[in-house]
């Protein structure tokens, strides 16, 4: 597999954004349309740094965005939802299942997910058994994707870069067991670390790894919601990210999900006709 090359910058806040998938393989031969698709997002994220509305740091200082202290004040109710998703924890997915792209980062099963949206895409039938957790979310401006990230015992993310610097991230803390400095996650040259009922919001378009080095489960809130940009820059950014819901690895994460989903709904149903039959 050829590594891609790629080019780095400086942003004002100092540190560097590089363009490129960093950590995930690139296709060994794109096609003239991934091509030229590649390069409209390397020229849109030139732009995304020159036009933020909010600075360009790694990690984000929470008042910034106003909204963040609503999703923290309801955070109990996320936490309450969460936990009846975890009584099947071990049936829900790993993220490589549903995300085939992130294989080249991550292929065991330690790293499970359970996703209400994303891109335009929504799983009616998680939102069923977590309304609280989609009302919440609903108050986030530009809300792209929203799923719980599940860190099990000893899972380490290696250093890696998002696809796309036109969205930011939000973890917010659900799940944080002891001892803290065992788990964490580094963006750029900034380590953080989760704390239950806080937000951390990043840009996960910088180099990043993130780990679970306790002998408990982890899990947060996961969020994309897109970047407080300028004109011009605003409506190119708009336009790529209503395009991505056509692309290739989000039809097959789309597909991907539906057939778990099917298998799962389908499981929960027949263990509720056996126990009303018996």
Avoid at 33 to 60: C, D, F, H, Q
Avoid at 74 to 83: P, Q, S, T, Y
Avoid at 88 to 94: D, K, T, V
Wanted: hydrophobic fraction near 40%; charged fraction near 25%.
């Amino acid at each position: 597999m050829k590594h891609e090359a790629h080019t780095t910058t400086a942003t004002t806040d100092g540190a560097t954004q590089t363009f490129s998938t960093e950590g995930i393989a690139p296709m060994e031969r794109p096609s003239l349309i991934t091509r030229v698709l590649m390069g409209i997002v390397a020229w849109a994220e030139k732009l995304n740094l020159k036009y933020s509305k909010v600075g360009n740091p790694p990690v984000y200082d929470n008042a910034t965005f106003p909204w963040v202290a609503e999703i923290e004040r309801e955070w109990h109710l996320i936490r309450a939802e969460l936990d009846k998703v975890l009584q099947r924890q071990e049936e829900l997915p790993s993220f490589h299942e549903i995300s085939t792209d992130v294989q080249t980062i991550s292929k065991d099963t330690r790293w499970k997910t359970f996703f209400l949206a994303g891109y335009g895409l929504t799983s009616e039938q998680n939102i069923k058994q977590c309304p609280e957790t989609w009302r919440i979310v609903q108050k986030i401006p530009g809300l792209k994707t929203a799923m719980f990230s599940i860190f099990e015992p000893g899972k380490h993310l290696p250093p890696h870069r998002g696809p796309y610097n036109g969205v930011l991230r939000l973890h917010l803390g659900l799940i944080v067991p002891e001892p803290r400095d065992k788990l964490g996650i580094r963006v750029d040259k900034q380590i953080c670390h989760w704390e239950e009922g806080k937000a951390l919001v990043f840009d996960d378009a910088y180099n990043h790894e993130a780990w679970n080095h306790t002998d408990k489960t982890r899990v947060v809130l996961f969020v994309d919601f897109v970047k407080p940009l300028r004109f011009p820059a605003n409506l190119i950014n708009w336009l790529l990210l209503n395009i991505a819901v056509f692309t290739p690895f989000i039809r097959e994460g789309l597909d991907n999900h539906k057939e778990w989903e099917k298998r799962f709904y389908a499981q929960a149903e027949a263990l509720r006709n056996s126990r009303a039959a018996s």
